[in-house]
């Protein structure tokens, strides 16, 4: 995403990404095996992560609310996004706002969009070079809601966490331009050439295998949801990779409560197995698929 000039404070313009969810420790990858991320300590706090198409650069801070900050490489869209939540915080999933990012004299725009992760509630947007040249230098970085402050955080150690993190970027778009390059030349050559016109397959959407509701069981509950007898039903709409995995789910409407509403997904993602959709021209493509998941006391 290019920034542009906005005014002489420098101010620049951060995106707006499309909704996100994800559980970064876990990643789905979206082929044959699921991915491991490894994770390495960079120092002073830092953490980089790595999957086979993602990368992560992660602090935990302390003080009110445990603030992480989360930035993250997703190496098939070629892009960048930065997240920060907090238990404090009270931004809802999707909730858009206006934040601002100053880091020393300067300073980036963004329409950020409201997410939870991990119990915690706050936004993630994407993020261009620009902004992270300044924040592997710079040393803090101060978010703000109009002129009320939403957290000032130190970017001590940012710089060598950049270092791994560039590194990591390196070898994921090594990887994708490496599964591109199988993908397209394996793009003209038909699965079996032998086939009947009678052994075709129709069109079809994604189909699971098994019960989903056998996917989310009672041992997933969360320990504080039980404390709290929470309870409700989280509708979802998942997206099917070609290789049956569930690659994105997306809470259409939720039981009430954040806890639940991440859990479905996240057990969803891990569990989930399909028989992949069928295109017009009778291939495998990705699919969509919806299911409510009934959360109910044991």
């Known amino acids: 995403m290019k920034a542009h000039q906005l005014k002489p404070s420098r101010r620049h313009c951060l995106g707006l990404p499309g909704l996100v ?13 699921q991915a491991q991320m490894w994770i390495e300590e960079t120092g002073q706090g830092w953490f980089v992560g790595r999957s086979d198409d993602e990368c992560l ?24 996004h930065m997240s920060l939540v907090n238990y404090n915080w009270s931004i809802g999933d999707g909730e858009k706002v206006g934040l601002s990012f100053y880091i020393g004299d300067r300073g980036w725009e963004s329409d950020s969009v409201g997410v939870s992760i991990d119990y915690r509630k706050g936004f993630i947007t994407t993020v261009d070079e620009d902004f992270l040249d300044a924040f592997a230098a710079g040393n803090s970085l ?13 970017l001590a ?21 490496q599964r591109r390059k199988v993908r397209d030349r394996l793009a003209g050559i038909p699965v079996d050439p032998f086939k009947k ?18 996917w989310v069981s009672v041992a997933d509950y ?9 309870r409700g039903v989280t509708g979802v709409s998942l997206t099917i990779s070609r290789y049956g995995r569930v690659i994105n789910c997306d809470v259409v409407s939720s039981s009430g409560y954040v806890a639940l509403d991440d859990q479905t997904c996240l057990s969803l993602m891990r569990r989930g197995r399909f028989e992949p959709a069928i295109g017009e021209d009778g291939k495998v493509i990705e699919g969509e698929f919806s299911t409510a998941i009934q959360w109910s006391l044991p």
């Not at 969810?21 to 095996?33: H, W």
Request: charged fraction near 25%; glycine fraction near 6%; charge should be negative.
């Open 21 to 33: 969810l994800f559980a970064l420790m876990a990643v789905a990858v979206p082929e044959t095996a």
């Open 57 to 80: 650069m992660r602090m935990d801070y302390e003080g009110e609310g445990a603030t992480r900050l989360d930035i993250f490489y997703l190496g098939e869209k070629d892009l960048s």
């Open 222 to 230: 969360p320990a504080r949801s039980l404390r709290l007898a929470e």
């Open 157 to 177: 150690g940012s710089a060598v966490a950049r270092t791994h993190f560039e590194r990591c970027r390196r070898q994921v778009q090594k990887m994708v331009a």
């Open 197 to 214: 016109p009678e052994d075709i397959l129709l069109p079809r959407p994604a189909m699971p295998i098994g019960d989903p509701s056998l």
């Open 142 to 154: 101060i978010v703000l809601k109009g002129e009320a402050l939403v957290d000032s955080l130190s």
